[in-house]
């Protein structure tokens, strides 16, 4: 089958969105009814994912609320969005961040350098924890 006709049918029916991608913070503007009301209700994160192409194009977006990682999969032409806004670009050279999963705090937030951040295991992460927690102690013991 030609693809191309697929493409031009699409064509009229593709939202007008920025130039998303993965490692950007953006911001969603979604539409949520509750009731017979209805809001705009604004989910800030980092792009960890794009899937798919014309309009079935669709990101997971990823933030950290209250120390708990959230992420979202929304369609870029779904009518539940409203807008995107691309707050910050990010230098990434992967096309999927879910390594961003297993991180807790700041470090979770930084994707500009990946080979500072990238850890291979929980424990790892424990052990550094650990050793900042004892020389800390020392520290105060001196």
Partial sequence: MDTNI??????????KRPDVRVGDTVKLHMKVKEGEKERIQ???GVVISMKGEGINKGITVRKISSGIGVEKIVQ???PILSKIE???RGSIS?????YLRGRVGKRALKVNKIQELYLTDEKEVEEKAEDVVE???????E
């Fill in 86 to 88: 691309v707050v910050k």
């Fill in 42 to 44: 604004i989910f800030r």
């Fill in 6 to 15: 697929f493409k031009k049918i699409e064509q009229g029916y593709l939202k």
């Fill in 94 to 98: 992967k096309s999927k961040l879910y």
């Fill in 76 to 78: 870029i032409n779904s």
């Fill in 135 to 141: 020389s800390k102690e020392e520290e105060k013991q």
